[in-house]
């Protein structure tokens, strides 16, 4: 068989008669997603682990020993697995890009299922979520993927203040979701967060018994911070864990690239503070594992264990030290592996382990194979086959990959500020890693003689043979060293790309614009009138994306469709004004700190000077002052809508100009004032054609 992954090619129409049942009953579906879990479990083997209730289930189900996330980061993983599409499909990279901007048709995992009759419901985190900020919302869910949502939120965010943190000084995401941090919480497992999702869980169990459902059941422990009830950190004493540390000299044998994402202040973690975080991760493992074991009888209170198919997985695993790295984004088998059980009812192979690799990509296909549903065409292979026979091999190896970002900007939309990419192909023996196509240097691990990934062998001439043949492998796999530079899928195109605005010109005024560390940033003149950087060519019909952060003293705007006076005129609504030659006119979509509440709406600058619609709220309650916003302006014939940060405002319709410059402002200010700045990035545009429909 082909070693490599292209599920597209490899797509084989799923059987339509279900392997384990009956054909006339469906299976349920009961998906269970722990966040940031590695296999330091009991059925795994970790001797430390308390898992009793996920070592009951892989008791009663096949456990996939070798399985493998595609990105070790939350939004890339779940996107990933809930699709079924790899990471350069879908282009999603990092934490704050939402797949349907990329592949808006695409059909997802619980669609599959909702397509052929289940009920889907969700409780907790199944797509991205900000942990802990988006606790209790829909964080970066996919509505149409579910019929209901449950978003539990837990005493855990009232704590927050209790938290310990080894960033106390951080804002933010910054606190607790991306750096080491715990909490060992008073009150009962009841009133935590993931407590509340397993009793959620338990109620929609008893109302969907009658079926079929396919229910996802998401976790959000152990992400940090590990907030866990007090007995689960006295059930791991602290000089009973294991600290993993990097031998001495190790570290001159790996390419810098291999640990580049790593935070600074995880190079100065004392002894003592590693004990405590590695326990009071063992401590969150525990604590959800108890509640899954919630969940699991619940499924046995309500007979539903004999019809409903169980899955449990985590997005991506998890580094406590090894390789002097903690949490995820490397490249290494603590990062990588996650635990997978598939529990079928009635499986003759139930309690085997599965030893060959595979992916969570494959998720998709395999759940809808073992339900017999049509499944669309996806980049995983079916596991249906392990599932029965978990002797056999699929013979393909697991491939991941990781962005590396430049973290000196600071951003939120990270596509473009991608440096490099890291990538792996797992073999049942080795893992060769690459580091921006091996021009930051590369890795080889034999797996079995060195589990631990401390030898690199990538320069042993005794390994060249295999060198060459796992880079190979891994060329055709990832063809694109750079895939974030690949043209828009949906056909965008750059209108700024980080580097010049060369031929753009200016109008108006006398503010000046400049480009600076990829972003494009105008500065007030003083006595100046409104002035506006414009692209040299005109716009029709168009999508326009960009990101704005604009001084809070200052008001500014994108000009779309529009013109300027070519000899002094007078204004057409005020005619006894004269607007002098040069001066620009036309649809204005303004930016506006939200005390002017005009965000997103649409003023008509130096003609009319009139709204164009009545001003919508919305975007006075998406625009954030002092941050970056996301804009999205549609003109398409006579219609003109804009979105803030994702949320719609202005839907007006005018024929007046049907095509004309964009025009990047710089608001003109009195004598006296500023300077201030406006600073745009990610400007992109994509023209329409006649009669394309634009959500
Ligand atoms: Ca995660």
Redesign the pocket.
Known sequence: MSPLRLGGLLFVVASLCPLFSDAAEKLNVLLIVS??LNVRLGCYGDEHARTPNIDRLAARGVRFDRAYCQNPL?NPSRASFLTGLRTDTLRIYENDTHFREIVPDVVTLPQTFQRNGYTTVRVGKLFHYNVPASIGTDGFDDLPSWHRTVNPRGRDKDDEDRIFTVTPEAKGAARFGGSLSWLAADGTDAEQTDGMIADAAATLLHELKDGPFFLGVGFFRP?TPYVAPKPWFALHPLNHLPTPRAPEGWLATVPAAARDHRKPQEDHLTDDIRQHAIQAYYASVSFMDAQLGRVLDALDREGLTSKTIVVFIS??GYQLGEHELWQ?RSLYEWSLRVPLIVSVPGNAANGSVAKSPVELVDLHATLAELCGLPAPQTEGTSLAKLVRHPEQSLGLPAFSQIARTDNAIPRERKMDQVVYHGHTIRTDRYRYIEWDGGEKGAELYDELADPEELKNLVNDPAHAATVAMLKQQLAKQFPHRRPHQLPHPRGFVKLFDGQSVENWIRRGGTAAYRVENGLLIGRTAEGSKNTFLCPPRDYGDFELEFDVLCDPELNSGVQIRSHEYAEDTPQPSMPKRIRSAGEVYGYQCEIADRSKGTAGNFWDEARWTKWWAEPSVAGKDAYRDGEWNRYRIVAQGDRIRSWVNGVPVADFRDSLDASGFLGFQVHGIKAGTGPYEVRWRDIRIRELKPGEVVR
Request: aromatic letters at 0%.
């Open positions: 966040d940031d939350c992400h997005d991506h995820k």
